[in-house]
């Protein structure tokens, strides 16, 4: 049994908990919300992870763009919780909130990424421009992690460490910039059922190419309950660091119970190959 008082136990399954008590559910045929309703074994694997993590409402299936938008509610509350609470491991100004809005005048607010609001005002005015940047420069990521510049005083504290005449254009010195510094970009997929889904890459690799300057965390926390669906956004490096499963402990249990070796194998490739983790693992990871 877990240990008591532990902060990553507790807000794991408060997060199960929100989780149950809104947007996984089972409906009146016995299918879970985060199911494949023409896949037994999708619906096997999922009720497997519910039987595991607590008790459902019994509601019917919210719309998909409902259920999407609770599941990012949830998970920015889980990171905000969890994150902050580590703050004796990384300290600073930290943010921790929901998508910053479409296009580049969102993300451009970011010290990385703020050049991109003059090329989004060019694209505008000229049809040819738009035409050959495509959407290449459009990213809206469901939750951000960042962190303000500080003060000279700050950076003084020990000792006189800083002055005018160096380190002028660093962006973490609130005295060259006030735009906050992109730490980590999250893409929340409650399922992954189409090419959409596929959008998280897209942008992954947008934050990569449009960067000036700290690539931030790049991740992917899903719900999806198919392993084979889960490693068509896992697999392969260079647009997301890693994929973070809401219930991974809970998924792996049971296609072990169900007897699925080839989804058990699956999971197991993705865990070794550094690719597939827990939500839990998530907050530590973002300390680095």
């Known amino acids: 049994m877990a240990k008591k008082g532990v902060l990553l136990t507790n807000a794991r399954r408060e997060f199960h908990a929100a989780l149950l008590g809104s947007v996984l559910t089972i409906d009146s045929k016995r299918v879970p919300s985060n ?36 599941f990012e509610e949830i998970c920015c509350a889980f990171i905000a919780k969890t994150f902050n609470a ?3 491991m990384r300290p600073g100004r930290w943010t921790v909130t929901k998508g910053v809005g479409g296009g ?48 000279d005083e700050t950076f003084n504290t ?8 160096e380190a002028l254009h ?19 997929k409650w399922t992954i059922r189409s090419d959409r889904s596929q959008n998280a890459r897209s942008e992954g690799l947008n934050l990569v190419r449009n960067r ?27 647009d997301i660091d890693h994929v973070y499963h809401f219930a991974l402990y809970e ?26 983790r827990d939500i839990s693992d998530l907050p530590l990871d973002l300390i680095v």
Do not use: W
């Open 35 to 70: 199911a494949d309703s023409g896949s037994n074994p999708s619906i096997a694997i999922a009720k497997g992870i519910i039987e595991r993590i607590g008790t459902h409402t019994g509601a019917d299936r919210m719309a998909a763009q409902s259920s999407g938008k609770q």
């Open 86 to 88: 580590f703050s004796h």
């Open 104 to 151: 580049s005048k969102g993300i451009a607010r970011f010290e990385q990424y703020s050049h991109l609001d003059a090329l989004a005002t060019l694209a505008s005015k000229t049809p040819e421009l738009a035409a050959a940047l495509g959407s290449d420069y459009l990213i809206k990521p469901d939750v951000v992690i960042y962190r303000d510049p500080e003060p």
């Open 158 to 165: 020990p000792g006189t460490m800083v002055s005018d005449r």
């Open 170 to 188: 660093t962006g973490l010195r609130s005295h060259n910039s006030a735009l906050p510094i992109l730490h980590a970009s999250i893409s929340c």
């Open 212 to 238: 000036k300057g700290r690539l931030p965390h790049i991740t992917v926390i899903t719900g999806e309950p198919t392993p084979n669906r889960i490693a068509s956004i896992a697999l392969g490096t260079g």
């Open 251 to 276: 998924l792996l249990d049971t296609v072990k119970a169900l007897g699925m070796s080839e989804h058990e194998d699956s999971i197991n490739t993705m865990i070794q190959g550094k690719r597939l």
